[in-house]
């Protein structure tokens, strides 16, 4: 399976929804509009001639003058046809991507990292909690205009802490 | 003798004895300090000579905490936890740059020190603290808990612990 003709299938079965191809030092990209996102990717997973059965990494870039503001990835490889694919997509400020987390069971916990970081949220998301940073946490430190070492990192965090749970 | 016969203090005094020479530790390393700490009870250095070889995989086995390396806050609830859970009397050392007050990370993520969360005995400083340095933080530590009195050592009593 070539690279290139992946993506020719890609633009033949949605011409609505992919914008750009791109091609890098044998890398393709696929800019993919946000809305038809969970259609595309589920073709891209199940579509015979495609089979991108593995979702390598799911992440976002915060691009802070432009918008929309952030530019989510999506890293795709084939293992049966041992193929790469990168899918683009872009999401505004407070916005909101379905979740892939049904199709491909690793976007779960890669949303929750998604979310954790830059605030993007994802409609459909099972179980969306930050998942590196505390739940009592303000802000999203990944983010153009999160300071350095945060706000008040250095003040005590009781309420943090003792936030009452339910017995491990 | 019977043991009504002794006084308090000579009392006292075979209880400390006895606590400061069998002080476990709860396994609980959370970074490369962890390492130093491992290296610690290994043949070289031979914690076993203090009698804290005993490293207890449950807290509610263990005497002493010796919190190993750079506590996130993300952790700092579970290690709040792992504390209450431990049998009193317990005594925290806390090993190494980052959990005597943060170290290196002045970040949104880590507790700059983890006396925020539970009561220190011993700060052993360092990035890491060489094995040497631990085994000296513990010889403090027998040496504080030799000096204990009735009534001397307080219960945990940072607010909203279990403990009051």
Same mark, same amino acid.
């Given at each position: %399976?070539d690279?290139?003709a992946a993506?020719d299938l890609l633009?033949e079965?949605?011409?609505d929804?992919?914008? *750009?191809?791109?091609?890098?030092?044998?890398?393709?990209?696929?800019?993919v509009?946000s809305?038809?996102?969970?259609?595309v %990717?589920k +073709?891209l997973?199940?579509?015979?001639?495609l089979?991108?059965?593995?979702?390598?990494d799911?992440?976002?870039?915060?691009f802070a003058?432009? *918008?929309?503001?952030f530019?989510?990835v999506?890293l795709?490889?084939?293992?049966?046809?041992g193929?790469r694919?990168? #899918?683009r997509?872009?999401v505004?400020e407070g916005?909101?991507?379905?979740?892939? *987390?049904d #199709?491909w069971?690793?976007?779960?916990?890669?949303e929750?990292?998604?979310?954790d %970081?830059?605030? #993007?949220?994802? *409609?459909?998301h099972?179980?969306l909690r930050r #998942?590196?940073?505390d739940?009592?946490f303000?802000? +999203?430190?990944l983010r153009?205009?999160?300071?350095?070492?945060?706000?008040?990192?250095?003040?005590?965090?009781w309420s943090f802490?003792f936030?009452?749970?339910?017995?491990? | 003798?019977?043991?009504?016969?002794?006084?308090?203090?000579a009392?006292? $005094?075979? !209880?400390?004895?006895a606590?400061?020479?069998?002080v476990?530790?709860?396994t609980?390393?959370? &970074?490369c300090?962890?390492? /130093? @700490?491992m290296v610690?009870s290994?043949?070289?250095?031979?914690i076993?000579?203090?009698? &804290?070889e005993?490293f207890?995989?449950?807290?509610? $086995?263990?005497?002493? @905490?010796?919190v &190993?390396g750079?506590?996130?806050?993300?952790?700092?609830?579970?290690?709040r936890?792992?504390?209450?859970?431990?049998p009193?009397?317990?005594?925290?050392i806390?090993?190494?740059?980052?959990?005597?007050?943060?170290g290196?990370?002045?970040?949104y993520?880590?507790?700059?020190?983890?006396d925020?969360i !539970?009561?220190v005995?011993v700060?052993v400083?360092?990035?890491?603290?060489?094995p /040497?340095?631990?085994?000296?933080?513990?010889i &403090?530590l027998?040496?504080k808990?030799g000096r204990?009195?009735?009534?001397?050592?307080?219960?945990?009593?940072?607010?909203?612990? !279990?403990?009051g």
């Amino acid at each position: %399976m070539d690279r290139r003709a992946a993506a020719d299938l890609l633009k033949e079965k949605f011409p609505d929804a992919v914008q *750009s191809v791109e091609e890098f030092r044998g890398e393709t990209t696929v800019a993919v509009d946000s809305v038809r996102l969970r259609d595309v %990717m589920k +073709h891209l997973k199940d579509g015979e001639a495609l089979r991108y059965d593995l979702l390598l990494d799911l992440t976002a870039v915060d691009f802070a003058d432009e *918008s929309p503001r952030f530019r989510m990835v999506y890293l795709l490889y084939s293992t049966r046809f041992g193929d790469r694919l990168r #899918i683009r997509t872009r999401v505004a400020e407070g916005g909101a991507l379905d979740t892939l *987390s049904d #199709i491909w069971k690793a976007a779960d916990w890669l949303e929750r990292e998604v979310y954790d %970081m830059f605030g #993007i949220r994802f *409609s459909g998301h099972p179980d969306l909690r930050r #998942i590196l940073l505390d739940e009592g946490f303000v802000g +999203h430190p990944l983010r153009k205009d999160f300071p350095l070492k945060g706000t008040e990192f250095d003040q005590p965090f009781w309420s943090f802490v003792f936030q009452p749970k339910t017995p491990i | 003798m019977g043991i009504t016969d002794l006084s308090q203090d000579a009392l006292q $005094q075979v !209880i400390n004895w006895a606590r400061k020479n069998s002080v476990w530790p709860v396994t609980f390393g959370l &970074a490369c300090c962890a390492l /130093e @700490m491992m290296v610690a009870s290994s043949a070289t250095y031979d914690i076993a000579r203090f009698g &804290a070889e005993v490293f207890r995989p449950s807290p509610r $086995q263990a005497d002493l @905490m010796i919190v &190993a390396g750079t506590v996130t806050k993300k952790m700092g609830a579970v290690l709040r936890r792992i504390h209450e859970q431990m049998p009193e009397p317990k005594w925290v050392i806390a090993y190494g740059s980052c959990a005597c007050s943060g170290g290196i990370f002045q970040t949104y993520s880590v507790v700059q020190g983890v006396d925020q969360i !539970i009561p220190v005995d011993v700060y052993v400083p360092g990035c890491p603290p060489r094995p /040497e340095d631990l085994l000296n933080g513990l010889i &403090a530590l027998q040496e504080k808990i030799g000096r204990e009195r009735w009534g001397l050592r307080k219960l945990v009593s940072l607010p909203r612990g !279990i403990h009051g």
